[in-house]
């Protein structure tokens, strides 16, 4: 299993500026996924970060709204710039599996746009 | 292109009867189907996968290709069964991100 934690768990943010997520693993592991979750909404795949290559954004998500990094293979972080109220979401941290094994998923960052 | 429908948003029960939340896919391969659950703040976390054939808390779902359905089913619903339930899916080879479907609330009314 992994372990998953995220900082900050919540945060209240003002348009226009930036806020940076953290997610740490208890173990090395090679895919980590970050997720969106809008309010009353599904979970829907911002980017795939694989450490020692470049973030793979799904369609509608940009590196320069969204830049990620992934040092190593126990960290990374999400960092939503210049924000507005529509990125008012929860932002997951998830990682893959090895093989066929299952994804885990952290407890989230309920973000806050006012 | 892959898509998972949950089609009910809520889902209201009363304790004892039988429960079944509805999960449609569409997937060009052969995908891996899940169930996740989330419970009242508490993290998202896995409920059963297709491949286990596993019945877990009592729910069980089978996955039927021709109709492309991953229904999760309970013959009798309890209180503590209240939670956001998320079919998803991934590819058969694993390595990739699960796609989720909207999620359907269950509300066991006692």
């Known amino acids: 299993s992994a372990v998953i934690s995220q900082k900050p768990s919540r945060d209240i943010c003002q348009r226009g500026t930036s806020l940076t997520i953290q997610c740490q693993v208890d173990s090395q592991v090679t895919m980590m996924f970050w997720y969106r979750q809008q309010p009353g909404q599904s979970l829907t795949l911002i980017a795939t970060?694989?450490?020692?290559?470049?973030?793979?954004?799904e369609s509608g998500f940009v590196i320069d709204k969204f830049p990620i990094s992934r040092p190593n293979l126990t960290f990374s972080t999400l960092t939503v710039s210049n924000m507005s109220p529509e990125d008012s979401s929860i932002y997951l941290c998830?990682?893959?599996?090895?093989?066929?094994?299952?994804?885990?998923f952290g407890p989230g960052t309920r973000l806050t746009v006012t | 292109a892959q898509r998972v429908t949950q089609p009910e948003k809520l889902l209201s029960v009363f304790k004892g009867a039988p429960v079944e939340l509805k999960c449609n896919y569409s997937?060009?391969?052969?995908?891996?189907l899940f169930w996740y659950v989330q419970y009242s703040r508490q993290r998202l976390q896995l409920l059963l996968r297709?491949?286990s054939r596993e019945s877990i808390k009592g729910f069980t779902a089978d996955l039927n290709k021709g109709e492309t359905s991953f229904h999760l089913k309970k013959p009798f619903a309890q209180e503590e069964d209240s939670a956001m339930y998320y079919c998803?899916?991934?590819?058969?080879?694993?390595?990739?991100?699960?796609?989720f479907g909207k999620g359907t609330r269950l509300s066991v009314i006692a």
């Open positions: 297709h491949i």
């Open positions: 997937y060009s391969g052969s995908p891996e």
């Open positions: 998803a899916l991934r590819g058969i080879a694993g390595n990739t991100p699960l796609v």
């Open positions: 998830s990682v893959g599996p090895r093989g066929q094994g299952e994804q885990y």
């Open positions: 970060a694989n450490q020692g290559s470049e973030a793979t954004y």
